[in-house]
């Protein structure tokens, strides 16, 4: 195996060098198509996304097709068999991107591809059209593709929960048959740490209205005694944290701890632009909060904003909150832990009502394989350092899916979304050098996989 990879690395990270002003050109041209899924104005935008994508894999050499789904997204999906028992890898990414939001909060226009300090700017030019990138610059450094299996997944709405291909997934398993699949849609702990992310929190939507009032009642005529929904909602939300910031939903536990790749607080500190002199949440370490214990946030809330505000007592507010929950928890019975705790919380016997709006479950990955062994020495060879384990406190609930209709399948995470990406923020970007290493990485272990499995 170790020559193999050496004799492979020589040609392909050459091949991959070569090949990285065709990966800025296909990322300026993605980037350029503003593929946000939830927004009815951008659907030509996805549809030629998903052309494009399309296109550049046939160029590669793998044909594809164009799916569209039930929630109204295209997947391109793909499939170039191999030679009789020969080992099938599924790689998998998405084409669709998050809003860019108010664009006088970037540095540069988050539709167009721009390059300031070493780094690639625009929205999805890290999550994950920089993947989609990846991806195919592997591809293209073969003279020849390697005579395994190889599957394409590109989907086109997993920004927006995924519900599409989840249910192609379910409805043609066949078109998602693989020994290998790889997630590329995370990252490294920190620029050229090879990682692979072996974790994955669920996710549980959960929307709480609180009604008091049948109107709107002047402040000073009735207040002291009225009672303020806003307020018996703010006091019922307070109690979801202690003051140490540690989740405290009532029968759900939050002492979880993470075996796997430490997370440096002052590094945690900086890459998450949390502020000098404000505290980092929680009793345990920043690995252990992010990656293996549950975590509420409060995403939205419906109130008065202070610019339009009266002198008067709400009648009612609405919150939505982003509930995270780490593997071995069901995320349906934490949102139902969470709907119980709001009810007996939220004070003075307001009118409460909670609704569970979307769940996704967690994920563990199986180490144990011939697949992570030959992608680990792959990706160690590409980065020339030891490979990490990390969580990811986000959710990829397609995880599961597979998993379920393909039990064989190793499946590994992995990708060019570092922390200084700033993925789902203003001015996100990627280090052209975590692409052109998963690229190679990618490459190598399609090269080496043929021999090994």
């Known amino acids: 195996m170790a020559d193999q990879l050496s004799t ?26 503003p593929s946000v899924h939830i927004d009815p104005d951008k659907r030509d935008d996805c549809r030629a996304s998903a052309a494009w994508v399309r296109g550049a894999f046939a160029d590669a050499g793998i044909e594809t097709q164009v799916y569209d789904t039930v929630d109204g997204s295209q997947a391109v999906i793909g499939h170039r068999p191999g030679p009789p028992g020969s080992p099938t890898v599924l790689l998998y990414s998405h084409h669709d991107v998050q809003p860019a939001g108010p664009e006088d909060l970037w540095n540069s226009p988050p539709f167009a591809l721009t390059t300031h300090d070493g780094r690639w700017f625009g929205r999805g030019a890290a999550d994950c059209k920089g993947n989609v990138v990846a991806i195919l610059t592997a591809l293209r450094s073969f003279a020849a593709l390697p005579a395994l299996g190889i599957r394409v997944v590109i989907e086109g709405s997993e920004e927006a929960g995924g519900e599409g291909l989840d249910q192609l997934a379910r409805s043609q398993s066949d078109l998602f048959d693989a020994d290998m699949i790889l997630i590329c849609d995370t990252g490294n702990v920190a620029p050229g740490v090879p990682t692979l992310t072996t974790s994955l929190r669920g996710v549980a939507g959960v929307k709480v209205s609180v009604e008091t009032l049948a109107s709107e009642v002047h402040a000073g005529q009735f207040g002291g005694a009225a009672p303020d929904a806003l307020a018996a909602l703010i006091a019922g939300l307070a109690t979801l944290r202690d003051a140490d910031g540690n989740t405290t939903i009532d029968g759900l536990p939050a002492s979880q701890s993470w075996p796997g790749a430490t997370y440096d607080p002052l590094q945690f ?16 370490t920043p690995a252990e909060m992010v990656w293996a214990r549950p975590a509420v946030t409060v995403i939205g809330l419906d109130a008065p904003n202070t610019d339009d505000c009266v002198a008067a007592i709400n009648p009612r507010a609405s919150a939505m909150l982003n509930l995270r929950v780490p593997p071995g928890v069901n995320p349906g019975v934490a949102a139902l832990a969470l709907e119980g705790h709001l009810h007996k919380h939220i004070p003075w016997h307001a009118k409460v009502q909670v609704d569970t709006v979307m769940t996704g479950a967690p994920f563990a990955a199986d180490t144990s394989g011939p697949g992570y062994k030959a992608l680990t020495e792959a990706m160690g060879k590409a980065y020339r350092a030891e490979v990490v384990h990390s969580g990811q406190g986000g959710s990829i609930p397609l995880c599961t899916v597979l998993s379920e209709i393909c039990p064989r399948a190793e499946i590994a995470l992995l990708g060019v979304e570092e922390p200084n990406c700033r993925i789902h923020a203003p001015n996100e970007s990627v280090d052209p050098d975590e692409i052109s290493k998963t690229a190679l990485s990618l490459a190598l272990f399609l090269a080496t996989y043929t021999v090994d499995a």
């Not at 990270?13 to 990285?20: A, D, E, I, N, P």
């Open 8 to 33: 492979q690395y020589s040609t392909l990270s050459k091949r991959v060098t070569g090949l990285m002003s065709r990966a800025h050109a296909d990322l300026a041209d993605l980037v350029s198509l």
């Open 269 to 284: 500190r900086s890459d998450s632009t949390t502020l000098d002199g404000v505290d980092i949440l929680g009793s345990g």
